[in-house]
């Protein structure tokens, strides 16, 4: 899996960062299965795009979608 | 025009309207093109004729719209932030002794944050009244009154709750007792009737880029007497330019240097658009809008609606057990669903509905459809079922 884009897209106020990535694939549920390891995973499969997060505490949080038959 | 007609953008469903409404009325977008095109005119600032001289014109349909007895007293601003800061700013400096202030907790930022600079400051005490149900009485008013309190600064329609204060009983009452008065329409204004001929409020402050249909970065508020506000801005008025001293005419004391004039054209556009469509008919389809919207969010038991019964086109909910920026971020992105999350700069109110979580908030606007709604609350449905499956 590759990164194709990334955006800087905002600065907060605590001085973190929010980037947007477009990446080369899909997401699968293996992916996320594999990030469990790290923190706790959200993901919301019943919706128009299936969408999961991924959050450790103080340290990062993903969100966004898995298109694609997969995930 | 008809609601729906203007939404270029496929497929998406604009709920932000108490930020900025959009789109904007075909003949707002004209007159800031026509504004443009045509040469500048305002009487004393220029040789030029014929054009339509805006800030005049935009008084005139501001003075009619709000029933204010002095067009002149309309004064323009960059919007209710600054028009609120003007005034408490003035009041403040033409009052000498250190003074009590009462506002309320259903007040926004624009509100709240001079009047807590000037408290750090020194210059006044301050008492915040809290609402009940939704609304802040005058008798909570009338019970933080002192003998040194000479200001009140409370807000017409609460941009969260959507609640509408009834301003008539409290204006009245401090009119009696010689206190002054600032309400902030930011939020009702476009919405509501508002008759200032029957309200004695000593300011009314409103904003065009909401619900007066006009491009942001112009607002305003009118000032019958403005003897109690200092003059804290002095420049170029166009007006008794041989003097150094900043001229004391209604609206010139008030407004240095050269207007924002698309900003005025599009405000004048946007409430004679009211005008045409009709305050009544516009208040009578928010209210279904809303009432529809509310309806179909208590069908899901994990949306918490913080007030089921707002007199203002605006919803704000929250899911449990999911975080509100990832049900605007889901919304936003999988369903073309714009809301706004967060607090919403009303930080007193969320402090009392949410712990100080903050919420999602919908509002409406007349362009809004109840078919937008029907979709939008499908969605928000979706995903509060897909959190609990």
Redesign the interface.
Known sequence: MRILKSVQTKVCVDGSLMKEYVLDEPLTESFLKFLENFGTV?Y??????P?F?FEKELFISI?G?CRGQQC | MEPGQLNEREGLIYLNNAATSWPKPPGVIAEVTKSLQDPYFEQGRTTASGAIDYPAAARETLARFFHAEKPGHIIFTQNATDSLNLLIHGFTRNTTAPFHTITTELEHNSVLRPLHALEMNGALSLTTVPFTNNHVSLAAIKAAIREDTRLVVMTHGSNVLGSVQDIKPVAEYLRTNDIFFIVDGAQTAGHIPIDLSCVPVDAFVFTGHKALFSIPGIGGFYLPDPTAIAVTKQGGTGSDSGSLRQPMEMPTRFESGTHNYPGIASLYAGVRFIEGVGLATIERKGRELTASFVQALKKTDTIIIHNKSPDLPIVSFSIDGIDNSEVGFILARAYQVITRTGLHCAPLIHRRIDGGRGCIRASFSWFTTMEECRVATGAIREVAESAHP
């Open positions: 959200r919301l499969d019943n919706l128009r795009k969408y997060s969100k979608f």
